[in-house]
């Protein structure tokens, strides 16, 4: 195993700011894999920390050869069922433990000045699973304007369109540029999960990122969230930053793209000041005066209020906006779950009968027991196996129904919005904004912990940074 390499060393070669992650499987088989940190390298302003592995049963089925040929004196599954009269067939590896690695993403000095420019690679081999987490959110600092002698002093807005100078930044820009840039390769049945603290832009301060992930095939596994908060709203820095730009894309790499990489999802999300300026009602774009903008296109600062700069017109009241990513056979019940979930949501404006009459037409057209329905089991039609499954399904069914509720009361308090799509029918796109930090983050721990599925894949420090 490569232990992490000091980042102060001068002979290291690596460019600032260059990361690389390699977790490799010494034994690339699903009933017993054993991963290992191959490579975990950093450069200043990155940091990684790799703290000690965790490990979570087996999640899926395993094919019954690879079960075997490791201990063959092992009664599988199958055998016990068949034993016990269960026409099962699916074959798991009784405690068999499947290690998960962590690693925190840092910066020096807890966040990223103008300029700064991290550029992490992860490569995932097959069985294998990683947590990527942050120790605190992503602190933007305030850019300072670069002034150059022979060169002029304004230029066009940074943009991530071009991926060629995704590591640059010109002297002549006015506003030098915070750039990040995430790239995870992913083999088949590895899993990634990248639920980070939020991106806090400060004041002035001007940030873009890429997040790109490349799948082998369609049993690789993905939950990211990618998400910024409104700044430092207790120093009444609300949205007042002059650019924010994240684009996340998930690519496939099959025959069809030869070797170059398909895209399958690509999602933007782009807040410039200056470029919203217009919809603030007043301001006056010729001459950037007018309610909330200064004569160089910056936020104007009274005593200790920054005023909106447009950004603010576009989000309302809202201090976080927020994208999650999900797909993979292993977050296959955690995307249904939100789906479904959105599709029994409140709609704005709706009456309260017509709500009870969308969940009650989805209940009857899905498999589930009907909540709604009051009549008594009859149990002289059942079995006795079968009433306590249906028992059981209908507790179950009442807890949820008790839990949702609550959850659409705590979602009005919070000012919490959220939609849930699916994408080529097996990509989720989540997106969700709240008018508090704390309610964002209290509302996708709750959903996350009511269905499961993350906590047992990658262990309870997949959310860490949700508590």
Known sequence: MTTPHNPFLAQRKAQPGHGTIHVANLTPSAARPNPVLQTLEYQYPLKLIAPSTVTVPASLPIPEDEATQHEPNRETSSQRGSRQGDSSQDVFVQDCNIPVYTVFLLSYGGGLVA????????????????????????????SRPLVSSTQPTTAAPPTLLSSADSTATTASSTNPLTRQTLTTHLSSNST????????????????????????????????????VSAGRPATRETWAFDLY????????????????????????????????????????????????????????????EYRDNGISARVAHQEIQATLLLTGPLFQNLSSFFVDEFAQSPRIGAPRSILLQQQYDHLQSSDEPNPFDNDPINLNNESNGSNSNERRREELERKRKEWREQRWSQEKRDGLLWTASTIREVFVIVKFSAISVEGARRWLREMLEEEGSVERVGGERAIMCLR
């Open 115 to 142: 300029g700064d420019v991290i550029d992490l690679t992860i490569h995932l081999d097959s069985n294998t699973r990683l947590n990527l987490l942050t120790q605190g959110s992503t602190k933007i600092f305030k």
């Open 192 to 227: 990634f999960i990248y639920l980070p603290d939020p991106t806090q832009p400060f004041a002035h301060s001007s940030f873009a990122q890429s997040q790109s992930y490349i799948l082998e095939d369609t049993t690789a596994n993905i939950c990211v969230l990618d998400w």
């Open 245 to 304: 730009e994240s684009r996340n894309e998930i690519f496939a790499l099959d025959a069809a793209s030869g070797g170059k990489g398909r895209l399958l999802v690509r999602d933007n999300i782009r807040l410039d000041a200056k470029a919203d300026r217009g919809i603030e009602e007043g301001v006056d774009i010729s001459t950037g005066t007018g309610t909330g903008t200064g004569a160089d296109g910056r936020n104007t600062k009274t005593g200790n």
